[in-house]
């Protein structure tokens, strides 16, 4: 199963939070809870990783999400006049990492996977909610 989002409170770490009808797949829905195991696979997703500016983003303001990525993502820092900086997390519950100061909106990302990966994506213009392909992946694990 594809699980795309956190088990909100009170989930215990490693706990998932599944819908009705991957649950059924699992037990019968009376059960409420079961006990399972899991493991991070990543899939074999053809596609290329993309940016697109959340709406509202300005040279002052931005949201970065990475769609399409194989693997999760553990940072995204952005380039500036000084070099590169990590955008802080968390990532917000609609999956974006936040540049709140202005001074990482546009020019070069550089996304971080959980297995320490790095992609370095160039040529992102600030056009916010428009899907810009990078052409890049992270490779499997």
């Not at 519950?93 to 160039?122: E, H, M, P």
Request: proline share 9%.
């Amino acid at each position: 199963m594809r699980i795309t989002n956190e088990c909100p409170l009170p989930c215990a770490p490693g706990q998932l939070d599944l819908s009705r009808q991957a649950f059924a797949k699992l037990a019968d829905l009376k059960a409420g809870r079961i006990p399972i195991t899991w493991s991070l696979l990543s899939p074999s997703a053809s596609g290329t990783i993309s940016i697109r500016y959340k709406t509202g983003s300005s040279p002052y303001w931005c949201g970065i999400p990475a769609i399409g990525h194989r693997n999760p993502l553990a940072g995204l820092e952005v380039r500036t006049a000084g070099g590169w900086r990590q955008l802080p997390p968390p990532r917000t519950g609609y999956n974006s990492f936040i540049s709140a100061d202005g001074s990482g909106c546009g020019d070069a990302i550089r996304i971080t996977d959980l297995y320490g990966q790095q992609l370095t994506v160039s040529g992102i213009a600030l056009r916010p909610n428009v899907v810009q392909p990078t052409g890049l992946q992270f490779a499997r694990h």
